[in-house]
């Protein structure tokens, strides 16, 4: 993630998905976000 072309000044940039159909461009994710939401996801 951190090599992807849509980051700016080395903070990794994300989509994110509200509900289907709907997305939210350009959200800044820290990388402890990131682990949160993969761990999240992961006990489910």
């Known amino acids: 993630m951190q090599k992807d072309k849509k980051n700016q000044n080395g903070k990794i940039n994300c989509t ?9 461009i350009d959200n ?6 990131l ?7 992961a006990n489910l």
């Open 16 to 24: 994110l998905l509200g509900k289907i159909g709907q997305f939210n």
């Open 28 to 33: 800044i994710c820290t990388p402890e976000e």
């Open 35 to 41: 682990i949160e939401g993969v761990n999240y996801y």
